[in-house]
């Protein structure tokens, strides 16, 4: 039976579809990759592979006119009769003759700038055109890597051992989506994949998409991590030079061959070729490459976008039909290269869009999309597999039978699990892969810090982790224990997480135990750097007390953008001391400060008493304009830089053993970050909130605000603190407002200046500013320069601060250290 479906299924493709296919080369016999090929004046078409090979799908049986176009080579018409019975025909393309002789090279009349400034004055009437469409998309991307290290860093490299060959080389990615897509200019794209297919996973689903595909050169900007300039931005004679290196003749039209250099080759921009039409001034194809420093992603050796566009007659329409997208990139010994190769067709221009059309999710996957078998994708895949790619599906696909099986997968694990001596300070992890669990313990190196508190301070943890990779959900359970060695005290807290649903991401925590904790519950003092200050500088900033406490979060996404989270805590709290006052480094005539905030030169003073109190909080969350993916096993999430998050929060403290510890507390944040073309981005974070019935509350429950006296800095931006407040002077139990605000150049300026433009880095300008009652406004302005480092390690930024509170001023200068977080 099965037999019978499968011819019966062979028989209607044949009759259902007619197709050719072939080879392209040049006249000595190489193989063309990347060769446009459709079928004139209709929207079917194809793009060689890497060998050369072709399969075309005409949407009926006929004579067509079979159009062969690559850069470099004279564009090929054949005339075919295409019938249900696939027909072979190979191709062979010459080299273009690129005319010169007529073209009359004036210093102060460039023709090249002339063909430019006529193409950019006339972009928008040839994209008004292509403004609107539904097509038929096909992606497909692979990625290699070259001569890969056996060790990094000392450790052995072998995540990859089972496909690579003798040389260490191989694909680790290999994947490719059939979809329809429906765009609508500016911004509007909705994708649905039909078909996904990952190397490898039977289950997998692509991260292919059109919007990812989707470089237009006709507007002034190129998305591509950072806004790379377009050379055919409004504003592009500032950034680019063009030079004319010749013309030729397709359907009786003159195509000009432009050359593109940057002015500075540190700003975001490309070098390579324009084809622009003559007279009608549209883009016949370009080839453009940038690099990592250009676009900000040190990584990134060269990236280079080709695109063919094909002329319709009957809607005289220049239509982009195949796209493709070439790397090579590289970091501590990996290099990496690969290709993503993009087709569309099929398109239907000036569709009746309605108001449903782009709502709900932007990017969706048919049911059973990860399910096709090879007679599906051997039908609708229009560029056939390369050896290469063939090779590396059969590979995997064995290779991955073997990988799921337990008998793999429990000798695999064996390996890995054996316990050696080093694990007991290094950590150690025993895992199940067959049934999804492990069991890890954290090891001792990474817990170890330094406070006044608990003197020495060990700490470590120990948990059970079960997923279901399908789904995407977890559930863990941790013990985590420390023991201060001055203050000879054991404390120790369980956790349990559960995340049990992908599309809403509803998450559920419960814990209880004890722990010495900042009173600031944001952290603001890294233990490291805490370790570092106090042991070297005798600055203990770091301020402890104890809670005993159980209690239990719930989060959720109730529809799209809309979250709400509940927490309900029941604490003791008690008041810590300082039990040892080691430095490794004696300051003369400094002292440690007491453990009280409040009175940091009065020792052993507490700024609380022993209390107890249960807390409720309440948060709604919005992520305005918030798009999404929607995929069988859950949901993604995309920001929209268009329109800010706000949250709103309420918070009550009641069931305290005295009436002075309840109070009630509500709070709104608004978050907004917005790229500003190639200016670079604008980040603004503003809180303000109102205590009420809070006068004697505990300084615990009091709104703290992050401060900084270590002048080192830890995250990527400095919206969440101040860069030289002390840590607890502005504490309140009032109303406050507190608002940071960043703006990163991404090169604009710091490209053009010389010498600086050297380092690849970004300005930074920023101000902050504390407003509460009966203090004067606090205000900070900051400008500095991020993303330095050396070669592709961009991890540092540095900073000049200056304060200003009521005439007194501080200068400081920070110096901000990405990785430090994860020693926190």
Request: charge should be positive; aromatic fraction near 14%.
């Amino acid at each position: 039976m099965r037999k019978i479906t499968c011819l019966l299924f062979i028989f209607i493709t044949l009759v259902g579809y007619a197709q050719i296919s072939g080879r392209v080369t040049d006249q000595n016999g190489q193989p063309l990759p990347a060769v446009s090929i459709h079928i004139e004046n209709t929207y079917a078409g194809t793009i060689t592979n890497e060998n050369g090979e072709y399969q075309l799908k005409a949407p009926k049986q006929g004579k067509f006119l079979i159009v062969y176009q690559y850069l470099g080579y004279k564009t090929k018409k054949v005339k075919q009769l295409i019938e249900k019975i696939e027909k072979k025909v190979d191709v062979v393309l010459e080299e273009e003759n690129i005319v010169l002789s007529t073209i009359v090279i004036d210093p102060k009349n460039n023709p090249a700038n002339e063909i430019i400034r006529a193409a950019i004055k006339n972009k928008k009437g040839n994209s008004d055109g292509i403004k609107a469409f539904n097509a038929d998309f096909y992606s497909r991307g692979i990625f290699r890597i070259k001569d890969a290290p056996k060790k990094i860093l000392g450790k052995k490299f072998d995540s990859f051992d089972e496909i690579l060959d003798s040389t260490r080389s191989g694909v680790l990615y290999l994947s490719e989506t059939v979809s329809k897509i429906s765009y609508k200019k500016p911004d509007k794209l909705k994708e649905n994949i039909i078909a996904s297919k990952v190397s490898g996973k039977d289950n997998g689903f692509s991260f292919n998409s059109a919007a990812s595909a989707n470089f237009d050169f006709y507007d002034n900007y190129v998305e591509l991590g950072t806004k790379a300039i377009s050379p055919l931005a409004d504003n592009a004679f500032n950034y680019y030079k063009y030079k004319i290196e010749g013309t030729f003749i397709e359907n009786d039209q003159q195509i000009n061959k432009i050359k593109v250099t940057p002015k500075r080759n540190a700003e975001p921009v490309f070098e390579g070729y324009l084809y622009i039409v003559e007279d009608s001034w549209a883009v016949y194809a370009c080839e453009l490459t940038t690099n990592g420093k250009q676009i900000q992603m040190p990584m990134i050796n060269s990236m280079t976008i080709q695109q063919n566009f094909s002329y319709n007659q009957n809607n005289k329409i220049w239509s982009k039909n195949t796209q493709t997208l070439d790397f090579s990139a590289g970091f501590m010994g990996i290099n990496l290269n690969g290709r993503f190769t993009y087709v569309y067709t099929n398109y239907e221009f000036e569709p009746k869009f309605n108001r449903k059309t782009f709502a709900g999710p932007v990017l969706s996957f048919s049911a059973e999309s990860n399910k096709k078998d090879d007679a599906y994708w051997n039908q609708f895949r229009p560029v056939p597999l390369t050896t290469e790619e063939t090779n590396d599906y059969l590979k995997k696909d064995a290779l991955q039978t073997k990988k799921k099986s337990k008998v793999y997968l429990d000798s695999i694990d064996s390996k890995r699990n054996q316990f050696k001596i080093g694990d007991i300070i290094g950590g150690y992890q025993y895992k199940n892969s067959f049934k999804n669990w492990r069991i890890e313990y954290e090891g001792l190196i990474k817990g170890v810090s330094f406070n006044t508190v608990q003197g020495w301070d060990f700490s470590t943890s120990l948990g059970f982790s079960k997923s279901n990779p399908d789904k995407r959900t977890r559930s863990d359970i941790k013990a985590q224990m420390d023991y201060g060695l001055a203050e000879q005290k054991f404390r120790g807290f369980l956790n349990y997480y559960n995340k049990f649903d992908n599309l809403h991401h509803s998450e559920i925590i419960f814990c209880g135990g004890r722990q010495a904790l900042q009173f600031n519950g944001n952290n603001p003092i890294n233990k490291f750097i805490n370790t570092f200050s106090t042991l070297f500088f005798e600055d203990n900033y770091m301020k402890l007390y104890e809670s005993n406490f159980v209690g239990g979060i719930f989060n959720r996404e109730w529809f799209n953008g809309f979250w709400l989270k509940t927490e309900l805590y029941y604490s003791e709290r008690k008041p810590l001391y300082n039990h040892t006052d080691y430095a490794t480094v004696n300051v003369d005539d400094k002292t440690y400060t007491s453990n009280n905030p409040l009175a940091p030169d009065l020792e052993n003073s507490a700024a609380i008493v022993k209390h107890n109190l249960v807390k409720a909080r309440f948060g709604a969350k919005c992520n305005f304009g918030q798009e999404y993916w929607l995929r069988p096993d859950g949901k993604y999430n995309l920001p929209n830089d268009k329109y800010p998050t706000l949250q709103m929060n309420f918070e009550k403290g009641f069931a305290g053993n005295e009436n002075i510890y309840n109070y009630d507390h509500l709070s709104t944040q608004i978050t907004y970050n917005r790229t500003l073309g190639n200016k670079g981005n604008l980040s603004m974070r503003a809180n303000a909130g109102k205590f009420y019935h809070a006068q004697n509350i505990s300084f615990v429950d009091y709104k703290h605000f992050n401060g900084n006296r270590t002048y080192v800095g830890t995250e990527d931006q400095y919206l969440n603190r101040f860069n030289l407040l002390p840590y607890y002077i502005a504490s309140t139990n009032d109303a406050y407002f507190e608002f940071h605000a960043e703006h990163s150049d991404n090169g604009y300026i710091t490209n053009k200046l010389p010498l600086i433009n050297l380092l690849h880095s970004t300005l930074v300008v920023g101000y902050h500013n504390l407003s509460i009652p009966k203090r004067s406004p606090y205000h900070e302005y900051t400008v500095g320069l991020d993303q330095l480092g050396f070669g592709k390690f961009k991890i540092f930024r540095l900073d000049y601060i200056h304060s200003y509170q009521s005439g007194h001023q501080e200068d400081g200068v920070i110096f901000g250290l990405k990785i430090l977080d994860a020693f926190n």
